[in-house]
């Protein structure tokens, strides 16, 4: 296979991959819009909440925090929404030479997010990285956009969305892109160790902080290379 095939099929892998992250990812908006009215926010405030601040892990914790303490909760749910959100900054780090330069760095921070970054990751060919990437951002933000305004006016008649089984949708399409890629012990470690932090953490912080936690382990094995391939000794001049 020449390299032009290679790259051509390589493209057609992205396109593949970030359709059917969007599509599994997008179902879960249902979930959020019939969330977000239970919570007490009206269809507006739930569609205007998935416009503008578009990442699940934010959303869910803004309503969540809501729904269990009203409005007089909204500095702490608004806390909590900004450091799961924090996470994106690492994000956009690791995607800004891939997104390409001019317009594209205006619009690309909006959809930088966990599952257009895994999709842009999983391929080493620049060029299926930014369509990786772009497919999938741009996927999501439109169909989670949609199924938040069908979640929010139907949620009543769905039901709990976990009977469809849409609270595993998100976590089962990033799963797939992530397990392919646990082929060294220094990936398979610290994928079990920052579950770890993040399972044991959960029940006893606030939402946002066992995430952070759970990302300071990829930084330590990072910096200390543990487990990693040992770099070669300097050769005596």
């Given at each position: 296979m020449d390299a032009g095939t290679e790259h051509r099929a390589a493209e057609r892998r992205a396109w593949r991959d970030g359709v059917g992250v969007a599509l599994a990812t997008s179902a879960y908006g249902v979930s959020f819009g019939a969330l977000a009215v239970a919570s007490g926010l009206d269809?507006?405030?739930?569609?205007v909440l998935?416009?503008?601040m578009f990442t699940g892990g934010s959303q869910f914790a803004f309503v969540g925090v809501i729904?269990?303490?009203?409005?007089?909760?909204?500095?702490?749910?608004?806390?909590s929404a900004a450091l799961l959100g924090t996470r994106n900054v690492a994000y956009g780090?690791?995607?800004?030479?891939v997104v390409g330069t001019g317009w594209r760095r205006v619009f690309a921070p909006h959809v930088t997010i966990d599952e257009s970054t895994a999709v842009a990751l999983a391929h080493d060919e620049p060029k299926a990285r930014r369509i990786g990437f772009w497919v999938t951002g741009i996927g999501i933000y439109l169909?989670?956009?949609?199924?938040?305004?069908?979640?929010?006016?139907?949620?009543d008649v769905l039901g709990d969305p976990r009977t469809y089984g849409l609270d595993a949708a998100a976590a089962a399409a990033f799963l797939a892109l992530l397990w392919p890629r646990l082929r060294r012990r220094q990936a398979?470690?610290?994928g079990v160790?920052?579950?770890v932090v993040a399972t044991v953490l959960t029940p006893a912080l606030m939402p946002g902080i066992p995430v952070l936690a759970a990302?300071?382990?990829?930084?330590v094995v990072g910096w200390t290379n543990l487990l990693g391939p040992k770099r070669a000794a300097r050769r005596n001049a």
């Open positions: 269809v507006w405030q739930t569609c998935s416009l503008l729904g269990a303490g009203g409005l007089a909760a909204a500095p702490a749910a608004i806390a780090l690791r995607m800004a030479p169909g989670w956009n949609l199924s938040t305004l069908a979640g929010a006016l139907l949620g398979i470690a610290v160790a920052a579950a990302a300071v382990v990829a930084l």
